[in-house]
């Protein structure tokens, strides 16, 4: 598989959970631990997402 590949599955993995997120935060509050507990998995993957483009930019 490509790293393109990889990025956009990735990316679309980040905003799949990002909807999910925001759907549950709505429904049962910015600070429920469902809500907490999607948001902590979105920042591993932007962290992920983050580390892979940083370093494919420098080569």
Known sequence: MSNF???E???E???????????V???KGF???????IS???DEL????DD???KYKKT
């Open 31 to 37: 600070s429920s631990p469902e809500s907490v507990r």
């Open 52 to 54: 892979y483009t940083n």
């Open 5 to 7: 590949n990889q990025a």
């Open 9 to 11: 599955q990735l990316l």
């Open 13 to 23: 993995r980040i905003e799949r959970l990002r909807n999910k997120m925001t759907r």
């Open 46 to 49: 932007l962290n992920i997402y």
């Open 25 to 27: 935060a709505l429904v």
């Open 40 to 42: 902590q998995e979105l």
